[in-house]
Structures are given as C-alpha cells and as structure tokens.
C-alpha cells in the first residue's frame, strides 16, 4: 500500500514505516503529525485518485528530529571589477517516519 501526499510544496510517494526529509514542519522529535493533502491512494489491487485530495484521507507521521542539509555555496563574480562574493546556506529540514496510510 502507497499513497502520493502533498507537503512543501512538494509531492512525495509514501509507504508504510518509510523514513524522509521534508520541508520543515512545526514539532518537536517525537510528536505525530498528520497529512491531510492525499493526492492519491493504493492498496494494489484499487486506488483512489483526489481531484485534487481525497477528502477524509489522512496519512500520519512521526517527526524523527529536525535538521540542516549540506551547505550549498553560490559565488558571485564580476570580471575586470575585483567583485567576488561567497554566500553559504543550509536548508532546514525535519525527517519524519510514516506510521499509518
């Protein structure tokens, strides 16, 4: 069984005890959280599709700890101008683990 859930802006295909990094969610380590935007269900043999959710469909998570990703370097530079800059940034994230479909 799988479901297609929307979160960040994002879509990620899910399965039951599968662990993943999301855009940061409010919560702590530890805590449920509940996905209330199903794209689309399936059990193998039938499937919902939402226009665009399923209405009353909740897929639930717990929130394993929240986190920075790699740090992502962007340079500016401007020839025959000595402007050079160097910018850092680390995206947050919370890695959750899904419980029930």
Do not use: C, N
Request: charged fraction near 35%; avoid cysteine; charge should be positive.
């Amino acid at each position: 069984m799988f479901a297609i859930i929307e979160t960040g802006g994002k879509q990620y295909l899910v399965k039951k005890g599968e662990k993943l990094q999301v855009e940061k969610l409010a919560g702590e380590a530890g805590q449920a959280v509940k996905f209330e935007k199903v794209l689309f269900t399936s059990d193998g043999k039938d499937f919902k599709l939402g226009k665009p959710y399923i209405s009353g469909s909740v897929v639930e998570a717990k929130i394993l700890k929240q986190g920075k990703g790699k740090k992502v370097h962007v340079l500016k530079y401007k020839a025959k101008s000595k402007y050079r800059r160097k910018i850092g940034h680390r995206q947050h994230f919370t890695e959750i683990e899904i419980v029930s479909l």
